[in-house]
């Protein structure tokens, strides 16, 4: 599966912009998928991540009550909704699919996309 992340670009700390992941190859209704994100000089991150069905979803504690991960089987993509955005948000941001487990380990996702990097100006 190939993997494509995208919407991102240079936001004002509080905004809420909306990244999507797309696949081609494989459909990505049959992956878990992640979100991960990496900053300048920085190991990458753990993000969010989605169950098959949607119906779980664990977020680290950066972003939890800021961030919403969903999922659209029909539309084959998952979106990962921004909001309050902080200048510490500032990283390129990676989806990734894994075909086993809902984990937050980076090692654990198979495949990654290229990342869309957001920038958040203060």
């Known amino acids: 599966v190939q993997l494509q992340a995208f919407g991102g670009g240079l936001v004002q700390a509080g905004g809420s912009p909306r990244l999507s992941c797309a696949a081609s190859?494989?459909?990505?209704?049959?992956?878990?998928v992640g979100w991960f994100r990496q900053a300048p000089g920085n190991e990458r991150a753990f993000v969010a991540a989605i169950s098959w069905s949607g119906g779980s979803t664990p977020y680290s504690d950066s972003v939890k009550g800021r961030f919403t991960i969903s999922r659209d089987n029909a539309k084959d993509t998952v979106t990962l909704q921004m909001s309050s955005l902080k200048p510490d948000d500032t990283a390129v941001y990676y989806c990734a699919v894994n075909s086993a487990n809902l984990v937050r380990s980076s090692r654990s996702y198979d495949s990654w996309g290229q990342g869309t990097k957001v920038t958040v100006s203060s």
């Open positions: 190859g494989r459909a990505l209704s049959r992956y878990i």
